[in-house]
Structure formats: C-alpha cells, structure tokens
T-cell receptor, first 113, second 119 residues
Framework: ETGVTQSPTHLIKTRGQQVTLRCSSQ?????VSWYQQALGQGPQFIFQ???????GRGNFPPRFSGLQFPNYSSELNVNALELDDSALYLC????????????FGPGTRLLVL | AQKVTQAQTEISVVEKEDVTLDCVYE???????LFWYKQPPSGELVFLIR??????QNEISGRYSWNFQKSTSSFNFTITASQVVDSAVYFC????????????????FGQGTRLTINP
C-alpha cells in the first residue's frame, strides 16, 4: 500500500456539470500530481502542486484546476464537464527533491453522460 | 519533447514462460529517470523500479529484471518464470530530473502493455 487514498472511487456526472475529486497524500509528501488516464491509454499529466501552489501543468484547459492543503490533502476540480473527460483520475504524491518516485492512489473513475 | 513507446500492446504467455516487455524512450535531457509501473485491474499504479540516466547497470529483483541500454534508448523489463498474478498492464515512464524547485517533475507514460499469463 502506498498510503495515498482517493475519493470517491466511482462517479457519474452529466455533461456541463462540475466535479471535485479528492486525494490524501502520504504523510510527509509535499508534492502531489494529478493524471488523467483514458481507457486503453497511459496516464497523462494534468498538473502538479508543491507547497500549495501549482508547479507545472500539462496540456489541459483552465477548467481543470486544483488545490493543495497543508494537511497533505488535495483536490482536482473540473468545470463544464465534457464527454471526453470520462477517465480514471489518478493522484500521486512524492517528497520534493526533484527525483523522487511518485506513489499513486487507486484512482477515481469518472463517467460523464 | 519526451516520448515513451511500448510497441507491444498485448502479450499472452503460458505460466512459467519468460516474457520481456519492451520500452523505447526519447528525450533531449542528459539527466532523466525511467520507471516501470504495474497496473492491476483495480487501477492503482504500483511502482516497480526507478533508474537514473547515469546508472546503466542491469537490475534483478526476484523474478524481475531490467535491462537499461542508453545507446539504444531502451529500458526493457523481463519477468522470469511468469505467474498468473503477474497479469496486469505494465507502463514504462520517463521524467526529466529538474534541479530547480520551479520545474515540475512530470511522468511521461507509454501506452502500456497488457500482459496475460495463462495457467
């Protein structure tokens, strides 16, 4: 077990709605990254947070946003959901030294109808 | 731009056979890290190994071994005497190694190889 937890495990939303996914990082890990994994694909980097500030973003629009809190928890928010947002959303935590392994949670499966 | 290619989308073998999963990467960085992760049906990505670009020594861990060849930009993964529990999707991933805080360490994943071990 990695000590990284995510909630909820599954979620169904309709197009245009907003969703918040949650992640609890491993204790002591001050960096959290979020990835989107579409069916049959490898995970794609959404963004990373370090010490509660965004520290890099992948090729995702601004309607994907995040927050990181001092208690090692974080959120991924997606506004104006589209059908293509249906995917497994993974968070990963790591301590920041620039080279540490990222440890993943079990993911949240989001279905947008 | 960084890229990881796993040309084998699916592999199916009989239990106890050896199997090698291929990974080829592209990067302009001189310092980088390579990873293998296992994804069982539950969805969680399980870390298997990390290698930095300066260390080309092969590594063995039980039935698992990894062959890193910088000259061919490959980082292949071999399972010896495969078992049914090895059935999963395996991902190879690459990250640069930022030395400044401002650089996000993002993982670039390949498409994955679905490995099925039949009893």
């Amino acid at each position: 077990e990695t000590g990284v937890t995510q909630s909820p495990t599954h979620l169904i939303k309709t197009r245009g709605q907003q969703v918040t996914l949650r992640c609890s990082s491993q204790s002591g890990h001050n960096t959290v990254s979020w990835y989107q994994q579409a069916l049959g694909q490898g995970p794609q980097f959404i963004f990373q947070y370090y010490r509660e500030e965004e520290n890099g973003r992948g090729n995702f629009p601004p309607r994907f946003s995040g927050l990181q809190f001092p208690n090692y928890s974080s959120e991924l928010n997606v506004n104006a959901l589209e059908l293509d947002d249906s995917a497994l959303y993974l968070c990963a935590s790591s301590p920041w030294t620039g080279k540490e392994t990222q440890y993943f949670g079990p993911g949240t499966r989001l279905l947008v109808l | 731009a960084q890229k990881v290619t796993q040309a084998q989308t699916e592999i199916s073998v009989v239990e106890k056979e050896d199997v090698t999963l291929d990974c080829v990467y592209e990067t302009r960085d001189t310092t980088y890290y390579l990873f293998w992760y296992k994804q069982p049906p539950s969805g969680e990505l399980v870390f298997l190994i990390r290698r930095n670009s300066f260390d080309e020594q092969n590594e063995i861990s039980g039935r698992y071994s990894w062959n890193f060849q910088k000259s061919t930009s490959s980082f292949n993964f071999t399972i010896t005497a495969s078992q049914v529990v090895d059935s999963a999707v395996y991902f190879c991933a690459l990250s640069e190694a930022p030395f400044i805080i401002q650089g996000a360490q993002k993982l670039v994943f390949g498409q994955g190889t679905r490995l099925t071990i039949n009893p």
